[in-house]
């Protein structure tokens, strides 16, 4: 007779042979699935003219505004158009699918792309509010019904995750990535692959992820859009790269090249990026989409002599697909005919296009289904799967003396002040074209949900937000905006909303920026409340009333004043369809925040790029002194965020003192609810390398994992150190290096976490 532990060991045994045995039968179905796709690509090669090869690299705008000399229909007909953007109406959709696979010569089926960021009908949190959440399972499961929404619609590719890290907020498109931090941001990244491909391609509900935008944009030079990045090889393979190789390891089948020049070259024409870091380096097999026009604008940049050029350099470089621009179709037959372009790269660049549609069983189901549709996009678990988001991404900033949750039984008469309480389209933020606004919920509408008839809960704007320039996408995409008020008009509803405020128990003030002052062409000079939210705050809180800080914004704002001055403030960023309601459930105490910054919260402007990563200096000491005018300290630490519930770290502790490179160890440390509320802690582990032949940054995370707590309960957290979390990129030795050390580890709830232990890397 066995013993229980024999039989335990047995049954191990057993079980891991079933799934290893499970694994190889998948992997050969695998193996022989992409052997077959091989043997079709290549026999559609075979039957396919330079036109028709080009034309599958092609990937022309839907939108009946675009200037094309020939329609769009016939290119479709011709075979033109191996990809269409910008299209959502699955009736538009399938007219152009059906003149692909009926009319044009092989059949070959469009693949329709679109940028689905955080939601398609549904819409989920901004990027950035999503990281905050620190919760990678969540944002898996919302790009799962972001994906299967947008393939409802007859989308099969989206051009996300952007997965570029940031560290300006002075840079409109900080809204679309994770933040500042390789680390969560290559966290984030995985999650958004495996939430819009899922596991098998071949499933109706799944779409084409595409990685952008590749690589280093979010460093444009004083946060201006579009402006060059100069960025150091050591600071791109640490910093940029991670967040990209992780979604190259995750499986995206497609990259976007970005628009703006990479250390003087545009990165659409980088062979340092397309080739030896992507393709060499990383293996990826996909393809890489330009940005829209960016290979035509490879003219513009004062790089390419004429189009022809640019469709060149960017072809030979590696980039698959001409998004828009038409220089492939219009320049490259020309260059094979000529012998300057061989025939074999084309092909070459054209069978991942076409194994990207077998593998999504285009052929097979071209057409989209369109009496699903509005099912799929009425599904109430989407909403529901939004309110919770919006409800885990939000940070609580500041909650002195239990300012919140608020009591309902408090809240008699409740006052939403301020340009964000009742505005629908800023509740969604940038890219949600598509999202129906009608759908969304407003703060006000969701604190009058909350508090149904018992309590009386009126709204005043009492100041007007407007942006000074508007760019082509607010007025291709934003809502028409309101004509300006006039002066008189001004201080009438500036007196109004304090008015309200002196005859309400409690004010909600909703501020911050509307949806359109971030996002691409929205970067910022000034990090102010716009307009005159400044001044309504403090005529609010000198009434010394209750009053709660809502902030709607897509970025980091300056709040110094307010983080001295109002009890309470909840960032919530655009939270999407459900913002209403999931900030009603964390206002009344219905769902406790949780969130965590994904940037370190600037004092001022000056202050920025700021992050929490930088290197010691010969002048540690006076960290703090490095302007004479402002401190350098940030107002609140990347990872940073308060709960209603408290929480302790004890016990940090490393199971060795002492490794060798390629070896691991495991860190450990124990977190406690101390308070009586249940609640989420993100604990999050940092370390330091202390000497090196390179300078280190004082602290990197490398660890992180949010855990719900009842009141009083303790769990040990632990964390593995490998090579992986271990080693650096040196530009002197051009390769990662783990190097003999000593190095310091911080576990807390923050980057300014100070339970400290360490360990010895030896040789
Ligand atoms: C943006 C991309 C986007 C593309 C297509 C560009 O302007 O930079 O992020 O995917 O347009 O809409």
Redesign the pocket.
Known sequence: MKTPSAARATSRLLLTCALLGITYTATLAAQSNDAEINRKVEDLLRQMTVEEKVGQLSQLGGMPFIPDSIKIDERVRRGHAGSI??LSDPKAINRLQHIAVEQSRLHIPAIFGL?VIHGFKTIFPIPLAMAASWDPALVERSQTVAAREARASGIHWT?AP?VDIARDARWGRIIEGAGEDPYLGAAIARAQVRGFQGTDLGNPERVLACA??FAGYGAAEGGRDYESVYISEDQMWNVYLPPFQAAAEAGAVTF?SA?MDLNNVPATANRFLLQDVLRTAWGFQGFVVS??NAVGDLVTHGFATDKQDAGFRALTAGVNMDMASHTYLDHIPALVAAGRIPMSLIDELVRPVLAAKFKLKLFEHPYVDESRTEAVFNAPEHRQAARVAAQRSAVLLRNESAALPLTKDASKSVAVIGPLGDSLNDMLGSWTTFGLQSDAVTILQGIKYKLGSASKVEFAPGVQIRKQFVSMFDTMLGPKPTPPWTEDQSAAEFAKAVELAKRSDVIVLALGQAATMSG?LASQASLELPGRQQQLMEAIVALGKPVVLVLVTGRPVNITWAAAHVPAILEVWHAGTEAGNAIADLLFGDAVPGGKLPVTWPLSVGQEPLYYAHNLSHDPKNQDQRYWDEASKPLYPFGYGLSYTSFSFTNPRVSRKELKAGQSLEVSVDVENTGSRAGDEVAQLYIHQQTGSASRPVRELKGFERLTLAPHEKRTVRFQLGERELRYWNSAAKGWVVEPAKFDVWVGGSSDAPLHAGFTVTR
Do not use: T
């Open positions: 953007l910008w940028d051009f952007m952008k935008h976007m628009y940005d829209a691409e």
